[in-house]
């Protein structure tokens, strides 16, 4: 699940949570109202999507400073080279 959710057996609240960081992360200037309201639609409040949210950009946030200091993963989180 770690490098392909899509591919994983999850529930379809779980998948549209994981649908909205992906997209949040990738092209977060096309984000709109349909987004949230898709999460509403699988039962998510407005504090769980806050949250989504917020911890959707720290990570990304950690990433890119990862990134621009040069800061090399942990060996387990390295891709597969295969």
């Known amino acids: 699940m770690m490098r392909n959710y899509r591919a994983a057996s999850l529930t379809p609240a779980d998948r549209a949570m994981l649908d909205y960081a992906t997209k949040l992360t990738r092209t977060p200037g096309t984000m709109s109202q349909t987004d949230i309201q898709t999460l509403r639609q699988h039962a998510f409040s407005d ?14 946030y950690y990433n890119r400073l990862a990134d621009g200091l040069g800061i090399q993963a942990e060996p387990e989180w390295q891709s597969d080279p295969t």
């Open 47 to 60: 504090a769980a999507i806050h949250h989504i949210t917020q911890i959707t950009a720290l990570f990304n």
